[in-house]
């Protein structure tokens, strides 16, 4: 997708021209991938425009960049109101949001503690990441054959720039393949996430999704579907899945900030048991309560 051009991208404390939020070609996280970032969205509520679950994904942005020893010179207080400054210097009523942080120009090599932190945060509109029809219809997936990183290799509960490296390969091979995402598996062989979501599967009237130990991001967007499903009284299980499981499934859906909730209409050429209902009414509500017309989830909604 071709980056429309907005107003201004918040640098270092300060917004700035939209062309001038520029990095010199010898930034370390260009060399190294050592950095940090989020994907949230705002959407267009009742009431105004409201960035969904924005403190958790910028607590979550601070203990990524904690667990890598950068110091991002901001409170999580201050990167919240960083946000919707950004979002409202730009005029949007709905959009994608992107903070990130990365070590900078100065020093070369392997360690990058020298080098120093920058941080920077861009909206721009961006709809559904796999396209309104997939929200409807499902999309048709396939197991990569692109294992995902290890807990002790690249740890998915830091959500690193480099770690995407591995999702980058598994979404090539995908698209290659004529499907529109990849499932990746851990090194053990148990089902972990796609690309850039979790996971859900549902037989028997219940939800199961891989446990974090399993290797996969802990997801926001997760968390909330796991909380509506409770609300409707739709169990929810954290265990680990096998390929076969999949295959089994009554529905399958998969969960992120970008791609929201997705049906999923086939794993490997097999088709699902139905894209739905039990989908379809958690994506009602999770829709729902992102524009704001679920008062007892006011909470998750921050206000521009």
């Known amino acids: 997708m071709a980056l429309p051009e907005m107003d201004h991208i918040w640098m270092d404390g300060k917004l700035v021209p939209w062309r001038d939020a520029t990095v010199h070609v010898l930034t370390h996280a260009l060399h190294y991938g050592s950095g940090v970032f989020e994907g949230i969205r705002c959407y267009d509520a009742e009431g105004g425009p409201a960035v969904f679950r924005l403190t958790e ?33 730009n005029k949007l009523s709905s959009c994608y949001i992107r903070p990130i942080a990365f070590r900078g120009y100065g020093v070369m090599g392997l360690d990058p503690i020298p080098a120093p932190v920058n941080v920077a945060i861009a909206c721009w509109p961006w709809e559904t990441y796999m396209g309104e029809a997939a929200l409807v219809n499902g999309v048709d997936v396939g197991v990569s054959s692109w294992r995902q990183r290890g807990p002790n290799a690249m740890p998915p509960a830091i959500k690193a720039t480099a770690n995407y490296l591995n999702s980058s390969l598994a979404r090539i091979e995908a698209n290659r393949h004529g499907y529109s995402e990849a499932i990746m598996l851990n090194e053990e062989g148990k089902v972990c996430e796609g690309t850039g979501e979790n996971l859900f599967i549902v037989r028997d009237g219940v939800i199961s999704t891989p446990p974090v130990s399993d290797g996969i991001l802990e997801g926001i967007t997760r968390d909330s579907i796991m909380v509506i499903a409770d609300s409707l009284d739709i169990p929810v299980i954290e265990e680990s899945l096998v390929r076969t499981d999949l295959y089994t499934a009554d ?48 909470e998750w909604l921050e206000r521009i």
């Not at 139905?274 to 379809?280: E, L, M, N, S």
């Open 57 to 89: 994904h910028m607590e979550r942005f601070e203990r990524s960049a904690r667990m890598l020893f950068m110091d991002l010179g901001y409170s999580v207080e201050e990167t919240v109101e960083a946000v919707k400054l950004t979002v409202r210097s």
């Open 251 to 298: 529905e399958m859906f998969m969960t992120g900030s970008a791609a929201e909730v997705v049906p999923v209409r086939s794993v490997d050429g097999r088709v699902l048991g139905d894209v739905g209902p039990i989908t379809f009414e958690l994506q009602k509500v999770f829709f729902d309560v992102v524009h704001g017309k679920l008062a007892e989830y006011e």
